[in-house]
């Protein structure tokens, strides 16, 4: 299967993974034709990019981190959450409360549970999801994002579960900010910008609040906006005054941010995001957490169409767990000629290839691609 952006398939194409609504319903199934009306509907619901079906790639595999059931699941237990949490608020010593937040420790546990027992580098691209709030998906993203980099920093189960409630948490202060101001796809004012930094306020004073939830949880919601240098909010914190699992969560939060799809703009490639988190290291990030990140997620996923630096033409076939940037490359087109069959490429082992660009737009034809 290829990786390719919405907006450049032709009516035909045959679609390579199912496209699920968060209630568990496939709103398109795989090896489905795409007519025109879908992917309109598709660009509509702010899809940037889908699997198709390829005859170079048809035997490319794409895993998920987590299985689709538990991946729907873990939106709706938030998006259930979360709700609840909005009309009812918090009430001390509430049993609902407290089951609430137990749910959502085991739904931490259940996450960690598939990721620890998968070798593959991390790649939510893989996962084409679509929920009516972009917070609830956001949520669970960061929470498997965290897991992973806290995981690759070497950090004990009990921290992981700990960094795993916070990241699901992190954003929950957003149920208290008026919809019309959270949900509006134009640009923001000065003052609704203001309005909507108060998540963290709010998330940190409600959750606090609870004898069942970790105070560590609640700093994840107040600190997750803080940065290095001092510029972050709400307490324009600096270096080792942000707690270390809001240092991990606010790089989940800006990566996931910037590659998720969005009806507004369309989304990064995780080697652009990456590209976005490096620009702030020292400022913003911490050098060694990005450089840990960048180690535990596919640079360049499965299915990618790439350029090399000699100007071979291939799509990612596999990739190296240890070096994530040096995935398998299959190239398909060598000095302008398409290749039949094509050959697979290790850039771990060929050092002195590297990839220049990457290329998402549907391929017509070999003309198409030289020209791009």
Not at 39 to 58: A, C, N, S
Not at 94 to 112: D, R
Not at 131 to 145: G, P, R
Not at 198 to 205: A, I, P
Request: net charge negative; with cysteine; hydrophobic share 35%.
């Amino acid at each position: 299967m290829r990786l390719v952006a919405t907006r450049t398939i032709e009516p035909g194409t045959m679609l390579a993974k199912p496209i699920y609504t968060d209630r568990r319903k496939v709103l398109i199934q795989k090896e489905i034709k795409l007519t025109k009306n879908m992917l309109k509907r598709l660009l509509q619901l702010g899809i940037t990019y889908v699997y198709i079906h390829d005859e170079y790639t048809k035997d490319i595999l794409v895993s998920s981190p987590v299985s689709d059931e538990l991946r729907i699941d873990a939106v709706n237990t938030i998006k259930q959450s979360f709700t609840r949490f909005q009309k009812e608020g918090f009430v001390e010593g509430s049993y609902i409360f407290e089951q609430t937040g137990k749910q959502m420790s085991g739904m931490v546990q259940n996450l960690l549970k598939e990721m620890q027992g998968k070798d593959e580098v991390l790649s939510i691209l893989s996962d084409i999801l679509i929920t009516d709030d972009y917070v609830f998906s956001h949520s669970l993203n960061v929470t498997i994002y965290s897991l992973a980099l806290a995981t690759e920093l070497g950090l004990p189960q009990r921290k992981l579960e700990e960094i795993g409630l916070g990241a699901m948490l992190h954003d929950v202060g957003k149920m208290f900010i008026p919809d019309e101001i959270l949900q509006k796809e134009d640009k923001l004012t000065d003052y609704e910008f203001e309005v909507i930094k108060h998540h963290t306020d709010e998330g940190f004073n409600f959750l606090r609040k609870s004898q069942n939830i970790p105070l560590l949880v609640a700093h994840c919601a107040y600190q997750h906006h803080e940065r290095l240098n001092g510029s972050g909010y709400p307490r324009g914190l600096i270096q080792d005054e942000i707690h270390e699992y809001a240092k991990i969560i606010g790089i989940a939060d800006v990566f996931d941010a910037v590659t998720s799809n969005r009806i507004y703009r369309d989304a990064m490639l995780p080697h652009e995001g990456l590209e976005v988190l490096y620009a702030g290291v020292g400022e913003l990030f911490d050098k060694n957490m990005v450089e840990a990140f960048r180690k535990s997620i596919a640079v360049y996923p499965n299915g990618l169409t790439v350029e090399l630096n000699d100007g071979r033409i291939g799509v990612v076939s596999k990739q190296n767990p240890t070096v994530p940037d040096r995935p398998i490359i299959r190239i398909i087109e060598e000095n302008g000629e398409r290749l039949d069959p094509p050959y697979e490429l290790d850039l771990l082992k060929q050092l002195n290839f590297v990839i220049t660009s990457c290329d998402t737009t549907f391929p017509k034809t070999r003309e198409n691609i030289n020209n791009k």
